[in-house]
């Protein structure tokens, strides 16, 4: 059974940092990529960021590159996301999502999610 859990989220002051975790079970991450995508409020859900399986390639949204940084733990089947330098508008609930072995844009191609981590960025 393929399950993703999510977990890491809390409240943070803007400038600083959070590491959220997305640990993997019923499959390896050695054969599908995983993403993170964050939902605020009122707002579609967007994708912040994926990594592919075969060489790791890692793909970022405008607004969070330089900040966020997509990591595997293929061993303990974890995926990371070490976000820093964190703002207001990056407050949403967090969800990791599995797709194929590449990553996708298209959100539909994403057929196991989790059930989200909330991060809070105020002061």
């Known amino acids: 059974q393929v399950r993703l859990v999510e977990s890491g989220g809390g409240l943070v002051q803007p400038g600083g940092s959070l590491r959220l975790s997305c640990r993997a079970s019923g499959f390896g991450l050695q054969s599908f990529a995983v993403a993170w995508f964050r939902q605020a409020p009122g707002r579609n859900r967007e994708g912040v960021t994926c990594?592919?399986?075969?060489?790791?390639?890692?793909y970022y949204e405008d607004s969070v590159k330089g900040r966020f940084t997509i990591s595997r733990d293929i061993a303990a089947n974890v995926v990371y996301l070490q976000m820093d330098n964190l703002k207001p508008e990056d407050t949403a609930t967090y969800y990791c999502a599995r797709t194929g072995s590449l990553c996708a844009i298209d959100t539909h191609k994403y057929g196991y999610w989790g059930q989200g981590t909330q991060v809070v960025v105020s002061s």
């Open positions: 990594i592919s399986t075969k060489d790791g390639s890692e």
